[in-house]
T-cell receptor, first 113, second 115 residues
């Protein structure tokens, strides 16, 4: 069964610190990998989309990396802010099933002052 | 564009009652998706439409759930009769297509509580 697993499940960091969230997947073949940010009480919002041929993509203080050989991705947040507190969801597009999106369970990040 | 618009934002109902959730996708988006999110199972795809036609409804839990898209700017998800285990946040999302670079845009969600 195709899976997307994220770690850690939750994370607490101090404002201003950096952090890295991990995503391991078994979906194959895949067409793209996405990271979404979901604030409490809101819908997920896209941060980055990477195709299988891309290694890194940045969106402000967010940088996503992808290693298609090891089937791993990471989301690095630099100089965290209180507004970064949210759930971060890794999503892989399953090419074999018409690009059906396979969602990870998410990492809950809390940034403390 | 105002994005994907969902209503109601919150719904509290009693077991056995009918629930109707509504969605207005982004204009020009050909694909519309209904997802359900719970703590236990995360985000699950229920059904999606392409040009108002249901393409894949394999995620619909059972016959109590039904979805329609009568036109390009409106869709409904109906649960009848509702049960406590249906309590979740239901998201509607839309996209231009399902290609690799396409962004899926979510609405703010409808939080359903069935007592």
């Amino acid at each position: 069964k195709n899976q997307v697993e994220q770690s850690p499940q939750s994370l607490i960091i101090l404002e201003g610190k950096n952090c890295t969230l991990q995503c391991n997947y078994t979906v194959s073949p895949f067409s793209n990998l996405r990271w979404y940010k979901q604030d409490t009480g809101r819908g997920p919002v896209s941060l980055t989309i990477m195709t299988f041929s891309e290694n890194t993509k940045s969106n402000g203080r967010y940088t996503a990396t992808l290693d298609a050989d090891t089937k791993q991705s990471s989301l690095h947040i630099t100089a965290s802010q209180l507004s970064d507190s949210a759930s971060y969801i890794c999503v892989v597009s399953d090419m074999e099933y018409g690009n059906k999106l396979v969602f990870g369970a998410g990492t809950i990040l809390r940034v403390k002052s | 564009d105002a994005g994907v618009i969902q209503s109601p934002r919150h719904e509290v109902t009693e077991m056995g009652q009918e629930v109707t959730l509504r969605c207005k996708p982004i204009s020009g988006h050909d694909y519309l998706f209904w997802y359900r999110q719970t703590m236990m199972r995360g985000l699950e795809l229920l059904i999606y439409f392409n040009n108002n036609v249901p393409i894949d409804d394999s995620g619909m839990p059972e016959d109590r759930f039904s979805a329609k898209m009568p036109n390009a700017s409106f869709s409904t998800l109906k649960i009848q009769p509702s049960e406590p285990r249906d309590s979740a946040v239901y998201f509607c999302a839309s996209s231009l297509d399902t290609s690799g670079a396409n962004v899926l845009t979510f609405g703010a969600g409808s939080r359903l509580t069935v007592l």
